[in-house]
């Protein structure tokens, strides 16, 4: 099956983003963003600039929303106002489509009845008899998700990834690589344009058959400082059960409470006035201390399907993990193979990177008084400040000495400079439309994975330096109160 037609699928734009005007001699944006602001053209097409002074009450505050440091750097540099008229924290709701199906979600060796059915129509590795410790009704809360991340895993170009995984790493590309912190014999993944004839439905047995390599999916309590994780499975005897071949593992895989926390508050609040879920978005603008004319709405029925979208996403990271542990097996190197143009062999950003083309976070703000449950679970989860892309997923790994996962990279020295990264923000728009029908019952079929690739809009690019010493994002130094100096200045100034 060839993945796409030689055209292009949906295409995603935003607004130009508010530019420096010309009576403005200061060449740094961070000394003068606060005096401006910035209002949308009639047109829609970009954003007209003016002093404050001279601007209406209802004008976009440009600049960082409030005095705390550590903002993502597009809302550093623009505000929240100007992101959300821009499209990239709202957009028009259409409900969440029922036909959420992968291209070959209705194979006969995939669902010979053609079946309709829910349960038939979420990938085996999913379904409910896979979880533990959850409720029938908290399993259907992630139905959304649910959906998605089994349409992509029932695509025959998410299939071939995997027929590569399977592959005999003996059968391998190998590079042989040494610098300070990883010597050796590398495997890297031969994942073809389209899959040999007879290799699709073999290739979807093996996936299927993680439905038992994969003992269980859970949520962890403890869980902090990630979405997920994949462990391996010890038996009551203290042993571990092996996957597919020799020294390879059968696995469980642990995924963050707030998934959960979130679903079922975003429920509880649609059907009474529970107000857990939007104090989320209310509590990290004041602790930020965002003033009212700062702030910008933020709808709820947008925010959730960026929480159906991490959740898919950390299904797929979660899976592809677990998928190498059952089939790669290590020789004398790494534990994971590389995907050719990557540096890190980290498996399950790989995969998300194949097929979204990109790895999409939530800009997270980390500041006192915020909890780390809140700043790395709530925050991260619920996704209030929309998403962001990079152009390279993996452009600042290093090797770190800690297994398994590791980086090659025969262009670059251990102690030069890192190269910028370039950040880009999502429109809202795209994160919905993996749940549209237009996608899948039309867009899916006609170009394959293209259709769901994350837009990386050139005009709002801002590079990012490896710098800096405090919080997530490392902007606005200044503003630490630590009385040191500014450590570095953002790139886009």
Same mark, same amino acid.
């Given at each position: ?19 420096? +005007? ?5 060449? /740094? ?14 047109? !829609? ?18 600049? +960082? ?7 993502? *750097? ?6 929240? %106002? ?55 009704? %908290? ?15 029932? @695509? ?20 042989? *690589? ?14 073809? @344009? ?13 996936? @299927? ?5 994969? /003992? ?53 609040? %649609? !059907? ?20 009212? &004319? ?5 709808? *709820? ?17 979660? #899976? ?16 994971? +193979?590389?995907?050719?143009?990557? /540096? ?9 990177? #194949? ?18 449950? #809140?700043?790395?679970?709530? %925050? ?8 962001? &892309? ?13 297994? +398994?996962?590791?980086?090659?990279? /025969? @262009? ?18 795209? &994160? ?23 837009? !990386? ?27 040191? !100096? ?8």
């Amino acid at each position: 099956m060839v993945d796409a037609e030689p055209h292009l699928p949906r295409q995603f734009d935003a607004p130009y983003p508010p530019q420096k +005007p010309p009576y403005i001699f200061e060449k /740094r944006w961070s000394k003068f963003s606060s005096r401006l602001t910035a209002k949308l053209k009639s047109n !829609k097409t970009g954003f007209d600039v003016r002093l404050s002074v001279f601007s209406s009450s209802t004008a976009y505050k440009l600049g +960082p929303p409030s005095k705390v440091p550590d903002y993502s *750097h597009h809302i550093e540099k623009y505000g929240l %106002q100007v992101l959300e008229a821009a499209g990239f924290l709202n957009h028009q709701d259409e409900g969440v489509s029922g036909k959420i199906n992968g291209r070959c979600a209705f194979e006969a060796w995939r669902n010979p009845d053609h079946s309709p059915d829910l349960q038939k129509r979420i990938h085996h590795v999913w379904r409910w008899q896979q979880w533990a410790g959850i409720t029938p009704h %908290q399993y259907s809360l992630m139905t959304p998700a649910l959906l998605l991340a089994s349409a992509i895993l029932d @695509d025959p170009v998410t299939l071939s990834y995997f027929y590569a995984l399977a592959m005999p790493s003996d059968s391998m590309d190998t590079v042989s *690589h040494a610098t300070t912190g990883l010597t050796a014999d590398c495997k890297v993944l031969k994942i073809p @344009d389209v899959l040999p004839d007879g290799e699709l439905w073999g290739t979807s047995l093996n996936v @299927d058959l993680m439905a038992i390599y994969i /003992r269980d999916w859970g949520f962890d309590k403890k869980l902090e400082g990630a979405y997920g994780y994949t462990a391996k499975y010890k038996d009551s005897n203290g042993k571990y059960p092996k996957g597919s071949k020799p020294n390879t593992f059968s696995t469980y895989i642990r995924l963050h409470p707030s998934f959960m926390d979130i679903l079922e508050y975003f429920e509880a609040g %649609q !059907k009474s006035d529970d107000d857990r879920y939007s104090r989320i978005f209310e509590d990290l603008q004041t602790m930020a201390g965002i003033p009212s &004319t700062h702030r910008a709405p933020i709808s *709820h029925a947008s925010a959730i399907y960026r929480t159906y979208f991490v959740l898919a996403q950390t299904l797929l990271h979660e #899976f592809a993990h677990a998928f190498s542990v059952a089939y790669f097996e290590p020789e004398n190197g790494p534990c994971d +193979p590389w995907v050719a143009g990557n /540096r890190a062999n980290e498996q399950g950003f790989a995969f998300e990177n #194949f097929v979204f083309g990109g790895v999409v976070a939530a800009p997270r703000l980390s500041i006192i008084p915020m909890s780390a449950a #809140f700043a790395d679970g709530l %925050q991260s989860v619920a996704a209030p400040l929309g998403f962001q &892309t990079s152009r390279q997923w993996d452009i600042w790994w290093y090797n770190d000495y800690i297994p +398994p996962f590791s980086v090659m990279d /025969r @262009d670059r020295k251990d102690d030069e400079d890192w190269p910028d990264d370039r950040l880009y923000p999502v429109p809202q728009a795209w &994160t919905q439309w993996l749940f549209s029908d237009e996608l899948w019952t039309d867009h899916i079929h006609r170009y394959g994975l293209q259709a769901v690739k994350v837009p !990386k809009l050139q005009d709002w690019e801002i590079r990012s330096h490896e710098g800096g010493e405090l919080g997530w994002n490392r902007t606005g130094e200044e503003r630490w109160n630590t009385g040191q !100096k500014r450590k570095w200045t953002q790139n886009w100034d």
